[in-house]
């Protein structure tokens, strides 16, 4: 397939070249929902650019409590450990929205890494973005309230999907690190404000500008950057 008809950014945009020493290893999968891609503290083996879909990354607390670190749609890859000369997290990395994407074996990767500067500098700028959305979600959970917390979730989703989001109450919690008692509300009132619409497993975003307004600058140029630059 020509590296134009792909829909991930990184490798979209990748010199022609460095495509090249990627295509042979890629191939394609489909990313069902909650789908695992990598398991805290094990060796990763590969990575994913998906073309649709989400992928969550997760850290977990001693006593199983989950809260949502980074989200990973077109605009990324996972194994951002694996960039950054490590070979496994201790987050764990799962879709939360079904799509499909490419995978590629991890040593692959590493030797095309080896063998090209101009690979290794876009993906190094990926995983500096991704840093940077982790930091930017520390600092919005500690600050903001549950409803600006959960408009900034759905707006960045929204970025990396097309129109409707699937997902369930009990999920949204967990991607919070909240309770789902709290999260409905924060849903209910959203709806109330005609923000979004939503029905059991299903929210669609009818008032955008609204919907930021209400982050109070917690959904900011950092939330919309894909691939390590700022969307238009």
Not at 43 to 57: L, N
Not at 205 to 220: C, F, N, S, W
Request: with cysteine; aromatic share 6%.
């Amino acid at each position: 397939m020509p590296q134009s008809n792909f829909r991930n950014d990184i490798l979209k945009t990748l010199a022609p070249e460095d495509f090249a020493l990627l295509q042979p290893s890629m191939h394609r999968v489909e990313l069902a929902i909650k789908a695992r891609l990598e398991v805290s503290h094990q060796p990763i083996e590969h990575v994913y650019f998906p073309e649709t879909g989400i992928a969550s990354v997760v850290a977990t607390m001693t006593g199983g409590r989950q809260s949502e670190v980074g989200i990973i749609g077109h605009d990324g890859v996972t194994g951002v450990a694996v960039i950054l000369g490590q070979d496994r997290s201790p987050n764990e990395t799962y879709i939360q929205v079904a799509g499909y994407g490419w995978c590629l074996p991890v040593e692959d990767l590493r030797l095309a890494i080896t063998q090209s500067q101009t690979l290794r500098e876009p993906l190094l700028r990926y995983a500096h973005a991704f840093l940077v959305q982790s930091s930017r979600t520390a600092l919005v959970n500690g600050h903001s309230k549950i409803e600006e917390r959960l408009a900034r979730w759905l707006l960045m989703v929204h970025d990396r999907t097309e129109g409707k989001i699937y997902l369930t109450h009990e999920f949204l919690a967990t991607m919070l690190g909240a309770q789902r008692p709290g999260v409905t509300t924060a849903l209910q009132m959203l709806e109330y404000r005609g923000l979004i619409h939503a029905r059991r497993g299903e929210i669609t975003i009818v008032d955008r500008p609204g919907m930021i307004k209400l982050t109070r600058g917690a959904y900011g140029e950092e939330e919309q950057r894909h691939f390590g630059i700022a969307s238009a």
